[in-house]
C-alpha cells in the first residue's frame, strides 16, 4: 500500500482482500454475545460498512460475490477478543498513514474510496487511546495479556495468510 508505483487495480484488490476478511470477523466480533462490551463500546470500531462504501465508490459492483475468508481464530474468550481487536485497531490508526499516500498517488480521499483507511478521521487518535486503556485494564485484571498476544498474532498471521492468497473474485 505504500509504494510509490501503487496503481488503482493494485488500491482496489487489496480493499476486496480486507473485505473478504473483515466481514466474517467482525460477523463474530461484533455479535450480542461480545464480551468486550464491559469494557469498550464497540459498534462504533466497525469497518465493513467502510470496506463496501468503497468499494462502491471504485466502481465494484456489491451484488458480486466477493472471496472471503473462513480459516480465522475462533473467538471464545475476551483475551480472544482482545488479541483480534488490536489487529483491527492497529490497522485504524495504521491507516492514517495509508490514507495521506492513498491520496498523494492515486487522489483517492475518504469521499471517493478511502473511507477504510481514513477510518474515524479526526478521532483515530482518541478511539486508539481508548481501546489501548481497555485492553490494558483488561490484561491486568485479568491476567490474560499471553493469551491477548497469542490472539493478535493469530489474527494477524491469518489476515497475512488471507492477503496474500491467490484467488479470482
Not at 103 to 123: C, D, M, N, P, V
Amino acid at each position: 500500500m505504500m509504494d510509490d508505483d501503487l496503481s488503482l487495480a493494485t488500491y482496489r484488490h487489496r480493499i476486496e482482500n480486507f473485505y473478504g476478511f473483515y466481514e466474517p470477523v467482525e460477523d463474530q466480533l461484533f455479535a450480542a454475545d461480545n464480551p468486550l462490551e464491559t469494557w469498550l463500546p464497540m459498534q462504533a470500531r466497525r469497518k465493513t460498512a467502510l470496506l463496501k462504501a468503497d468499494l462502491e465508490a471504485l466502481g465494484q459492483q456489491v451484488d458480486r460475490p466477493l472471496p472471503v475468508c473462513v480459516e480465522f481464530p475462533q473467538l471464545e474468550s475476551a483475551a480472544d477478543y482482545f488479541g483480534c481487536l488490536y489487529v483491527l485497531e492497529g490497522a485504524s490508526l495504521g491507516g492514517v498513514v495509508i490514507s495521506r499516500h492513498v491520496q498523494a498517488r492515486l487522489g483517492i480521499t475518504a469521499k471517493s474510496g478511502g473511507k477504510f483507511f481514513h477510518g474515524y478521521g479526526e478521532r483515530t487518535g482518541a478511539m486508539w487511546q481508548e481501546f489501548r486503556a481497555a485492553i490494558t485494564q483488561f490484561s491486568f485484571a485479568s491476567d490474560q495479556h499471553d493469551a491477548v498476544v497469542a490472539a493478535a498474532r493469530a489474527t494477524f498471521e491469518t489476515l497475512n495468510t488471507w492477503c496474500k492468497a491467490k484467488r479470482t473474485p
